[in-house]
């Protein structure tokens, strides 16, 4: 009888040591779910699980000890942005492919996106910034090293690295190579330039919903150009959010998610989603959890999110199985 009551004390002793060590296992995973990000504000994972392979479709890489900003460009570096940087922002949104965009502060110059897009592997595809005097052979150079695009970034026209004439004839440049033109412009330029994007021989993506502001909606004009362009089947938009697209902001954004909602029923097939990561014209950065959060409200499908996370991108860049 005493034995089998030391064997219980045993067995109620040992199993309270095993409920505090879970316990300590579950606080050590909780503590690891908590990543500090340079650039994002907040700790906390998304409530989002990422399907496998989800990506992030527009992101920036600086590395400004590596690759120092070229004489001529005028927008600043950003600091803290390199790719292990970045692989924060993977590790906490779980996402697992990217594409990394030449951002402004680099001009034409290319190499920190062709880096990057070797550091990361597989799983990394870029968007290029060029001039119409590129070379067959640097355009192969890009193209091999896993560009599938090229930017046009013109929302200030003063200091941009390109311009509006430089589109048409760079747009029939790629297009044989299967790349698109991104356009990083403002709903008004969009808007005015219908005639150019019914003329170009390449697919065309819009950057962070064509930077219409919540309060217009759909009711812009720039609206109304896209959908005409997608509905021609060589059209894409990047759902993501940028400080001039949202006058509420966080935690809702609910001006925003109005627009995106009507994009994801209208078109899902030609939607694609993107952090904007590092945020270089944001002086307060947001919450990247928040902002990968927004897709469930975008789509609150799972199959749906599926498409624009995982095969969109597939399709658009060029990844592997989906």
Not at 100 to 109: E, W
Not at 242 to 256: E, H, I, K, R
Request: net charge positive; glycine share 6%.
């Amino acid at each position: 009888m005493r034995a089998r009551q030391i064997c219980r004390r045993t067995f109620l002793k040992e199993s309270s040591l095993i409920a505090v060590g879970a316990a300590g296992v579950m606080s050590s995973q909780d503590a690891r779910a908590q990543v500090a990000v340079p650039n994002s504000t907040g700790t906390a994972p998304p409530r989002l699980k990422a399907p496998p392979n989800a990506c992030d479709c527009h992101h920036h890489i600086y590395d400004a000890v590596r690759f120092p900003q070229p004489a001529q460009a005028t927008a600043p570096l950003q600091p803290n942005a390199r790719v292990d940087e970045y692989r924060l922002l993977q590790r906490r949104l779980q996402t697992m492919r990217s594409v990394v965009v030449t951002p402004s502060a680099y001009d034409t110059d290319n190499r920190v996106t062709l880096d990057a897009i070797a550091q990361f592997g597989p799983g990394a595809r870029g968007v290029a910034v060029v001039r119409p005097n590129v070379t067959d052979a640097e355009l192969k150079a890009l193209a091999d090293g896993g560009v599938r695009g090229i930017r046009f970034s013109l929302t200030t026209p003063s200091t941009a690295a390109t311009t509006i004439e430089m589109i048409e004839p760079l747009s029939k440049r790629v297009a044989a190579r299967g790349w698109h033109v991104q356009i990083n412009m403002t709903a008004d330029q969009i808007a005015a330039a219908e005639a150019v994007w019914n003329r170009l021989p390449s697919s065309i993506v819009f950057d962070h919903i064509g930077h219409i502001s919540g309060p217009d909606g759909t009711r812009h004009p720039a609206y109304a150009v896209m959908r005409r362009l997608i509905d021609k089947g060589r059209t894409w938009v990047k759902l993501s959010v940028t400080y001039d697209n949202t006058t509420d902001g966080p935690p809702g954004y609910a001006d925003v998610v109005a627009l995106g909602q009507t994009l994801v029923k209208a078109a899902p097939e030609r939607l694609v989603w993107g952090s904007n990561w590092p945020h270089p014209n944001e002086s307060r950065k947001p919450d990247d959890a928040l902002l990968f959060d927004l897709m469930t409200r975008w789509a609150p499908e799972e199959s749906i999110r599926r498409r624009i996370l995982v095969e969109n991108p597939a399709l658009l860049y060029g990844f592997r199985n989906g």
